[in-house]
């Protein structure tokens, strides 16, 4: 298995601009998370789905933010306009309904300048 | 709603000696999952042991294992014969039990830093 995949790995952009993150879960995991890791704020929730229909977005800062996951084997994370205030890691998990076996995908560090 | 604190935001152990790293949570569920996961620098998060909270049984991986106390909600994580490899951020984590998925609630992570 290959684990929860996420790309870019690093994302170098400029204020204003449109970025988008992937994240490709296990297969056969049902549950996928968006986690956001700052210094100051920690490991914080954006948004999670369980069989692909979004459950909790109350995490997502602003409506700049948004998440999809339009099949069991994708997520994108897009934020539109990009600030400096956005640079962070980004992490996406997945995980089998009701089993907590949470595995994390290597993160994307965006750096918004 | 849950909430998770680690108090100890750094800490420190000579090679081959034991550390515990300390954690208290709060929740209202009344069955819940309680996880200690490793960041090393490699920035990836790793599971290093879970704990059900109806098990009254504290869960050990190898050379990690817990304190469960539940009453004080507190659960603490030990790590024997500390290696150079365990050198990381340590996080420990809760989330309701139920028949959908849940979210993960972080505390603040403690550094651990393994010395020769």
């Known amino acids: 298995d290959a684990g929860v995949i996420q790309s870019p790995r690093h994302e170098v952009t400029e204020m204003g601009q449109e970025v988008t993150l992937r994240c490709k879960p296990i297969?056969?995991?049902?549950?996928l998370f968006w986690y956001r890791q700052t210094m100051m704020r920690g490991l914080e929730l954006l948004i999670y789905?369980?069989?692909?229909?979004?459950?909790?977005d109350s995490g997502m800062p602003e409506d700049r933010f948004s998440a999809k996951m339009p099949n069991a084997s994708f997520s994108t994370l897009k934020i539109q306009p990009s600030e400096p205030r956005d640079s962070a890691v980004y992490f996406c998990?997945?995980?089998?309904?009701?089993?907590?076996?949470?595995?994390f995908g290597s993160g994307t560090r965006l750096t918004v300048v | 709603a849950q909430t998770v604190t680690q108090s100890q935001p750094e800490m420190s152990v000579q090679e081959a000696e034991t550390v515990t790293l300390s954690c208290t949570y709060d929740?209202?569920?009344?069955?819940?999952?309680l996880f200690w996961y490793k960041q090393p620098p490699s920035r990836q998060m790793i599971l290093v042991i879970r704990?059900?909270?109806?098990?009254?049984q504290n869960a050990t991986e190898n050379r990690f294992s817990v304190n469960f106390q539940k009453a004080a909600k507190s659960f603490s994580l030990k790590i024997s014969d500390s290696q150079l490899g365990d050198t990381a951020m340590y996080f420990c984590?809760?989330?309701?039990?139920?028949?959908?998925?849940?979210?993960?609630?972080f505390g603040e992570g403690t550094q651990l830093t393994v010395n020769p």
């Open positions: 704990q059900e909270a109806y098990k009254q």
């Open positions: 984590a809760s989330a309701p039990k139920g028949t959908s998925g849940s979210r993960l609630t």
């Open positions: 297969s056969g995991h049902n549950s």
């Open positions: 789905f369980n069989n692909n229909v979004p459950i909790d």
């Open positions: 929740t209202s569920e009344s069955n819940y999952y």
């Open positions: 998990a997945s995980s089998t309904v009701g089993n907590y076996g949470y595995t």
